[in-house]
């Protein structure tokens, strides 16, 4: 089991910035190697969907094409931290943002394919 612990939500203004962090503890190696990881999010009566996502070593990355050229997602490994840096915020990317971790495979852009979840940091983006 890996245990996930999302950081640095809040309240930021449209054009703004915010970076997210998630630390992984418990299982976060295992025999294919590091897991891999995405980030998703979820408003309201909306189903939960894939931001971005990354590979093991940290050299492939994926991402939503509502958030390509803003946001990027990096790993710290030593750290067992996984980021998120949004840049150029809109209040639609107002949502809650969860980490996810897959152990098995590459980062995978269906949430079903993950399997441990962070309780969610709220985003919250003003005009």
């Known amino acids: 089991q890996v245990q996930l612990v999302e950081s640095g939500g809040g309240l930021a203004q449209a054009g703004g910035s915010l970076r997210l962090s998630c630390a992984a503890s418990?299982?976060?190696?295992?025999?294919?190697?590091?897991?891999?990881y995405g980030w998703f999010r979820q408003v309201p009566g909306k189903e939960r969907e894939f931001v971005a996502g990354?590979?093991?070593?940290?050299?492939?990355?994926g991402y939503a094409d509502s958030v390509k050229g803003r946001f990027t997602i990096s790993r710290d490994n030593a750290k067992n931290t996984v980021y998120l840096q949004m840049n150029s915020l809109k209040p639609e990317d107002t949502a809650v943002y969860y980490c996810?971790?897959?152990?098995?495979?590459?980062?995978?852009?269906?949430?079903?394919?993950?399997?441990?979840w962070g309780q969610g940091t709220q985003v919250t983006v003003s005009s």
């Open positions: 996810a971790a897959r152990i098995a495979g590459n980062y995978a852009t269906t949430a079903p394919a993950y399997d441990s």
């Open positions: 418990g299982r976060t190696f295992n025999n294919y190697g590091w897991n891999s």
């Open positions: 990354i590979s093991r070593g940290g050299g492939t990355t």
